[in-house]
T-cell receptor, first 119, second 112 residues
Framework: GAVVSQHPSWVICKSGTSVKIECRSL??????MFWYRQFPKQSLMLMATSNEGSKATYEQGVEKDKFLINHASLTLSTLTVTSAHPEDSSFYIC???????????????FGPGTRLTVL | TQLLEQSPQFLSIQEGENLTVYCNSSSVFSSLQWYRQEPGEGPVLLVT?????EVKKLKRLTFQFGDARKDSSLHITAAQPGDTGLYLC????????????FGKGTTLSVSS
């Protein structure tokens, strides 16, 4: 399967600051990446679909001006949490759509996640 | 809107017991994935099932895709403490490149 990395693995920041999270596809080119948010012992909540070279598609209820997504290359997507507040504290996970690699099935491969804590 | 109902949500068993996790939907999926996630880590893919009626085995784990491709199950035989974790099922729609539909997850705890 695809190898996906995230950086940083954890970050603590002060309220009002911005935090950038990187998601990299290490072994194949990904035209589509996904960003999720997860609360303790809950399932993943899709935030947005990141498409290389075009604007991200945000899920209903997710503020696009607060969660900025940039997918400038086939191996890198970034999520920037702007003016972070304590309620933004969560586990953020990205995934890569392994369509090509999985021979036609929409298997996704996930990064290790980034724990964001906003004080 | 496609939904995946996953049950049970929580499961606490003793080592050596068997268990089954179910994912059900009224919608047809082109494929269905099962993931396992440990605290503080991303989900790790266990299996992808594509064909209706398909059964896949991964050591003590058996995955089944329903004939109509609307439901799936994960059966663990002789559970071990190392099986503890969050199990997620996720269905893929017919349109390629779209997001998966996730179940709410099953938190499994196996005690020795």
């Amino acid at each position: 399967g695809a190898v996906v990395s995230q950086h940083p693995s954890w970050v603590i920041c002060k309220s009002g600051t911005s935090v950038k999270i990187e998601c990299r596809s290490l072994d194949f080119q990904a035209t589509t990446m996904f960003w999720y948010r997860q609360f303790p012992k809950q399932s993943l909540m899709l935030m947005a679909t990141s498409n290389e070279g075009s604007k991200a598609t945000y899920e209903q209820g997710v503020e696009k001006d607060k969660f900025l997504i940039n997918h400038a290359s086939l191996t890198l997507s970034t999520l920037t949490v702007t003016s972070a507040h304590p309620e933004d504290s969560s586990f953020y996970i990205c995934s890569v759509d392994g369509l090509a690699e999985a021979r036609g099935t929409d298997t996704q491969y996930f990064g290790p996640g980034t724990r964001l804590t906003v004080l | 809107t496609q939904l995946l109902e996953q049950s049970p949500q929580f499961l606490s068993i003793q080592e050596g017991e068997n268990l089954t996790v179910y994912c059900n939907s009224s919608s047809v999926f082109s494929s269905l994935q099962w993931y396992r996630q440990e605290p503080g880590e991303g989900p790790v893919l266990l299996v992808t099932v594509v064909t209706g009626g398909e059964v896949k085995k991964l050591k003590r784990l058996t995955f089944q895709f329903g004939d109509a491709r609307k439901d799936s199950s994960l059966h663990i035989t002789a559970a071990q403490p190392g099986d503890t974790g969050l199990y997620l099922c996720a269905g893929a729609g017919r349109q390629a490149g779209t997001a998966l539909i996730f179940g709410k997850g099953t938190t499994l705890s196996v005690s020795s």
